[in-house]
């Protein structure tokens, strides 16, 4: 068979040939103009589509576009990019006429961006596609496909998501200061009125209600220093850092660094397009954070219940029920409580996206834009909530002051005293005290009932205290006014402790309007040259702008 099919097909290739060349034969052209039709149907019409015969398949669109996280992220892409074209008409790697035309339409992009007359379409993938496109179709392909030069979207795009993590960084720095503040004003009007604190959730000793407040203040400054932290790692410029390897261009990487804002740049370039620990420190930051309004919102739950009654929401605070007309539930609060469940989802997916990838850009890379936006968006929505929280709730004095009597609070102090004024070993003062608790707990009293107090240690364990004395010890105010050792509950320690926050918080909002005037003046810097920049016709002339 092989054999007849090889004598066959010579004589069918002649014939063939023959017919062509005699003119009776069409199929071929036609055949050669459908190729091409096919080709030019399948060209693809990115910006980046050159060596691609086709376009992304309409199936994958949705699973790939970024339009949506991107929306947030527009500002800042514009933004890098009136940095960017600055410094290649300065440095001369596009002619002067290109930056003229380009810079003065992108400040128009940013003026439509913000003001909500412009809006990213669907027809490219991301930011940086649409506002290229757009330029070019604005200025033409001459000037406008000049934009890209010496950059890649692997340092674009992390640029963009680094001014967006430093802007939403400032304004949670200029929310947490506030929200201290408030704690700290509110803590120190109630220095001497008491309540009793908690350990296993189990009354342990009386402080003042200063005191318990304050603590979230001590907390909060520290979560402040972790996003000053997140801040600092943040802000170095990636700029520059090309596709992966930098440029044989001569580009000025500190000129960008100025114009942006950023306190220094980000030097190795591999480094700069691959690492995404600021999105770590930054969603780890977060996550603290929002465990420490967690928490808050944990303790005022428990206390707004009937059982507590310690304190009560004001009613612009809390939410009603839909079937019980009795209810006045905290809802605020549960919402700060659950939403870190989401935060702390937040952190985890971060560090699952990061564990597995190899150095140089991998478009993993696209959550970490999801990241930052959904956990920097929501942290500040919870932040806010603070202040008039705190100023609008009602603290139950008289309610705090009868639990802190009602479960032996002042036991230890009792104990304490038989050591310092009875010379008894404290483990041996701490069975007498203990038995004297289980003693009236069996009776379901508790220490109000003074002789009963008097006659234990008196009496039965032959101690000589004096019944002023006892009755001091007893008395949940008294030791907590008493209690002024460093960091301790009493009037004295608790004011200091205030005034020391205080001081720290000062210092924190002095360098948060630092960086807040460097970030400013560096986008107003930069606005006012794409403003002026029209005008200019030689690198020179752009250079004065500076």
């Known amino acids: 068979m092989h054999r007849a099919i090889s004598n066959v097909l010579p004589r069918t290739l002649s014939r063939a040939t023959s017919q062509l060349a005699a003119g009776r034969v069409a199929a071929v052209p036609q ?21 691609f015969s086709r376009d992304v398949d309409q199936s994958i669109l949705g699973w790939t576009e970024s339009i949506t996280v991107d929306s947030h992220l527009v500002a800042e892409d514009v933004w890098g990019s009136m940095a960017h074209v600055t410094m290649l008409g300065i440095q001369g790697i596009i002619p002067p006429k290109a930056a003229a035309a380009i810079l003065p339409t992108l400040l128009k992009f940013q003026n439509e961006f913000n003001d909500g007359s412009w ?5 490219q993938e991301d930011v940086h596609m649409n506002v290229e496109a757009r330029l070019i179709k604005e200025v033409g392909m001459d000037f406008g496909g000049r934009m890209h030069t010496c950059r890649s979207r692997n340092d674009q795009v992390v640029l963009d998501s680094k001014l967006y993590a430093r802007r939403r960084l400032l304004e949670l720095r200029k929310r947490l200061i506030v929200a201290i503040e408030s704690i700290l004003n509110r803590a120190s009007k109630h220095t001497e009125d008491v309540m009793v604190s908690y350990t296993h959730v189990q009354h342990a000793q009386p402080v003042s209600v200063a005191f318990w407040l304050s603590h979230y203040g001590a907390v909060m400054l520290r979560d402040l220093e972790r996003l000053k932290r997140a801040y600092d790692v943040t802000d170095q410029n990636p700029l520059g850092a090309g596709a992966i390897a930098g440029t044989s261009f001569p580009i000025d990487r500190e000129l960008t660094t100025e114009l942006l804002g950023f306190q220094k740049v980000h030097p190795h370039g591999l480094d700069a397009t691959s690492a995404r620990d600021f999105l770590l420190e930054t969603v780890s930051a977060i996550a603290t954070l929002e465990v420490t309004l967690s928490r808050l919102a944990e303790e005022l739950i428990l206390w707004s219940s009937y059982e507590f009654r310690a304190i009560t929401l004001d009613d612009g605070f809390a939410m009603g029920s839909s079937m019980m007309p009795q209810k006045k539930n905290p809802g605020v609060l ?18 699952t996206l990061m564990k597995g990838l190899p150095s140089g850009y991998n478009r993993d890379f696209h959550e970490d834009k999801e990241l930052l936006v ?18 609008s709730t009602t603290l139950n004095f008289d309610r705090m002051a009868d639990l802190a009597y009602e479960n032996f609070a002042t036991a230890t102090e009792l104990a304490n005293y ?30 109000r009932n003074f002789d009963a107090c008097y006659n234990h240690i008196v009496n039965t364990h032959k101690i000589n205290a004096p019944r002023e004395d006892l009755q001091k010890v007893l008395d949940p105010k008294s030791v907590m006014m008493s209690y002024n050792s460093l960091g301790g509950t009493g009037p004295k320690a608790v004011n200091d402790m205030i005034q020391q926050f205080r001081a720290e918080l000062a210092n924190h909002q002095k360098v948060l309007d630092e960086d807040n005037n460097r970030v400013n003046k560096a986008l107003e810097r930069t606005r006012t040259i794409a403003s002026k920049a029209g005008s200019t016709d030689s690198a020179a002339a752009l250079k004065k702008l500076l």
């Open 119 to 123: 809006k990213l379409g669907n027809e």
């Open 31 to 51: 055949l050669t103009q459908v190729n091409q039709f096919a080709t030019e149907q399948k060209k693809s019409t990115k910006l980046w589509g050159g060596r």
């Open 334 to 351: 549960e919402l700060i409580r659950g939403r870190a469940g989401r935060i702390n989802g937040y952190l985890v997916a971060a560090f």
């Open 374 to 391: 959904d956990s920097l968006s929501l942290i500040n929505r919870a932040v806010e909530v603070i202040p008039a929280l705190i100023q």
């Open 418 to 447: 038989l050591v310092s004024k009875h010379n008894v070993p404290f483990r041996e003062a701490h069975h007498v005290v203990g038995s004297l608790v289980g003693e009236l707990s069996r009776k379901k009293e508790n220490f």
